[in-house]
């Protein structure tokens, strides 16, 4: 075990003020030269005040009201993100309703309007003759039928759409 020194605190807290060996009493250079125990702090002592300086060199940190403002900044983005994550996912899952919704009113129309072209391309020379409107009139029959219900849907939704915007937007 080595012997401690009494000079070994004064030692240390001269070699953490920047300037040793020239700004710090002579006597206490000359004891850290001559004692075993000083020689050593002395020597650590340097290498990690080396250590420390190169590593923080040129490093500059901001001042403290520029890193409280970027940390505002990114704490609004990250809330702003996972705010709008259930309503991107709301985005996504309507926009595939509506074109699933958008395929099956093209299958339920689509036999009607393949009637009416196909009596149209029938017909095409009696237009300039004379129309049966009778015939015309059963055959887009089933078309004129599933349009009203489409047209009544899309009432339905323009009145319903303020109504439901009204409530869920109503800080009531």
Do not use: K
Request: charged share 15%; glycine share 6%; hydrophobic share 50%.
């Amino acid at each position: 075990m080595t012997p401690a020194c009494p000079r070994e605190d004064d030692v240390v807290a001269a070699i953490l003020v920047p300037g040793w060996p020239n700004s710090c009493d002579e006597t206490l250079v000359a004891h850290a030269n001559t004692c075993e125990v000083c020689r050593d702090i002395v020597e650590v002592a340097s290498m990690l005040r080396e250590e420390r300086s190169s590593v923080y060199d040129g490093v500059s940190v901001p001042a403290a009201g520029q890193v409280w403002w970027r940390a505002a900044i990114r704490a609004r983005l990250e809330a702003t993100q996972t705010v709008a994550r259930p309503l991107t996912w709301l985005y996504g899952v309507s926009g595939a309703c509506v074109l699933g919704l958008l395929v099956a009113v093209v299958g339920w129309l689509w036999p009607p309007v393949q009637q009416a072209a196909t009596w149209i391309g029938a017909h095409t020379w009696s237009f300039t003759w004379g129309v049966n409107l009778g015939e015309a009139a059963s055959a887009l029959s089933p078309l004129a039928q599933t349009t009203g219900f489409l047209v009544l849907g899309a009432a339905a939704c323009l009145v319903l759409a303020p109504i439901a915007l009204y409530l869920a937007l109503s800080d009531d």
